[in-house]
């Protein structure tokens, strides 16, 4: 039995080497021929923790190939890009480029799931596609199926054994197939439902989170207004035994959670009020930063200096992409062209090239910024900045919007 999984990026590629791992023969496909020649080679074109030594060991033991083209395959994983367009809707131009991919190899009886984060209805969009360029088929030939992935960056491959999964089925029949697959590596429950549910289960989840941000993060623009410590407050609240507030922070970042809950707003414009938002308030957070830098930066006399601790989209990654740090950090070095910005992130070596054009940036040491600083913004709670030598910020105006110092 040969498995193809079509999109060799964070998730398809950690689940064509753990499926290869277990004995199953995985085609990994993806278009980027530097991608394919690297899995070719053993290697791993991103970072992720222990997914070099599964993929050089399927290579090794000739369980894993990668290939330019979609071969012929008992089953097939399409885990491709789901951006969103202009409009806010979702793009499936990727998914339904794999389902075109996919159709002239197929004899009825494939197994075909969707794993890419996708609005509802995308799964049997997918098939209608297939069967589109297939009309000698239908979908009693065909077993499609919904799987979302639920994995944490820098802990993929232990999230890929140990979480539960959600299999949506176009058929039941094909919930059940795609749970013999997962089955090969998952110990996590496997739960069967529909395809649309669990479309919706997966954006339900990073929307429940969206939303509880927001509110913490309404909360910190309360609290500023009224003169009272957000971080305290959310402490004291927190003790309440159903109460769990989370973290105001300056915006939310990633390629899930601030991606997620327009799928769910543009399927239901007029019924997902709160969802919509709560989208509002989190990508507002930034401006609101920017507006205490640009009060802290009118108190200095000549030339500002601000420190900006933080470039990544949370603690302790490099990850910049979906950044709300980037964007702060950006318009701050635009709007304050007579202030001098001092960036610390002690997860990169250069300059990221978002900011590489601003000449009043640089990228230096956390502790040099801050000695310089008559300004210290702190954008990300990296552990390193937690262990800051709290008498170098003294005379200088902080404005810590992750409560690190508090
Ligand atoms: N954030 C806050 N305050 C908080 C928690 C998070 O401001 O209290 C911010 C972070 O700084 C970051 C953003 O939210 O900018 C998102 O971070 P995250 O750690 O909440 O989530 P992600 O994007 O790394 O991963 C999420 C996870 N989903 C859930 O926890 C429901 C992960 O399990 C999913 O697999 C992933 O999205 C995905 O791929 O969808």
């Not at 054994?161 to 919930?175: K, L, M, Y």
């Not at 707003?265 to 930063?289: F, G, M, Y």
């Not at 062209?337 to 960036?343: R, S, V």
């Not at 990228?363 to 900045?385: C, G, K, P, S, Y």
Request: charged share 20%; glycine share 8%.
């Amino acid at each position: 039995k040969t498995v193809a999984v079509i999109g060799l990026g964070y998730i398809g590629l950690p689940t064509a080497a753990i499926l290869a791992t277990n004995g199953v023969n995985v085609v990994g496909v993806d278009v980027n021929p530097r991608t394919v020649d690297a899995v070719n080679r053993g290697e791993v074109p991103f970072v992720e923790p222990d997914l070099g030594g599964h993929v050089s060991q399927a290579v090794t033991a000739g369980t894993l190939k990668a290939s330019a083209e979609t071969p012929a395959a008992d089953a097939y994983i399409v885990a491709v890009p789901t951006p969103f367009n202009e409009d806010k809707t979702a793009d499936l131009s990727y998914i339904e480029a794999a389902g075109e991919k996919i159709a002239p190899q197929l004899t009825g009886d494939e197994l075909i799931i969707l794993e890419s984060t996708s609005p509802p209805g995308a799964t049997q969009h997918l098939a209608d596609h297939i069967l589109a360029a297939r009309p000698d088929l239908t979908l009693d030939n065909l077993r499609v199926a919904h799987c979302p992935e639920r994995v944490l960056p820098g802990r993929v491959m232990v999230e890929l054994v140990t979480n539960d999964r959600i299999v949506g089925g176009i058929t039941p029949e094909a919930a059940e197939a795609a749970r013999d697959l997962y089955e090969k590596f998952c110990e996590g429950e496997i739960l069967l439902t529909d395809a649309k549910t669990a479309e919706m289960a997966k954006l339900v989840e990073n929307s429940f989170r969206d939303v509880n941000i927001a509110f913490a993060n309404e909360l910190s623009v309360i609290c500023d207004k009224l003169g009272i410590n957000v971080w305290e407050l959310i402490e004291l609240a927190n003790h309440h035994p159903r109460v769990n507030i989370l973290q105001p922070g300056p915006g939310v970042g990633g390629h899930c959670i601030a991606v997620d809950p327009w799928f769910i707003v543009s399927s239901a414009p007029e019924e997902s009020k709160l969802i919509h938002q709560a989208r509002l308030t989190n990508d507002n957070k930034p401006s609101w930063v920017i507006e205490q830098v640009e009060k802290a930066v009118a108190t200095v006399d000549g030339t500002a200096k601000v420190a900006v601790l933080g470039l990544a989209f949370k603690a302790n990654i490099d990850d910049l992409r979906e950044s709300p740090s980037i964007g702060i950090a950006q318009r701050l070095g635009a709007e304050f062209g007579e202030a001098q910005f001092l960036i610390a992130e002690p997860h990169i070596e250069e300059m990221p090239k978002q900011l590489s054009g601003l000449a009043n940036a640089q990228l230096v040491a956390t502790d040099a910024a801050i000695a310089e600083a008559d300004i210290v913004l702190l954008l990300v709670d990296h552990t390193q900045f937690k262990s800051i030598d709290r008498g170098a910020l003294e005379g200088k105006t902080v404005i810590d919007t992750r409560g690190m110092w508090r």
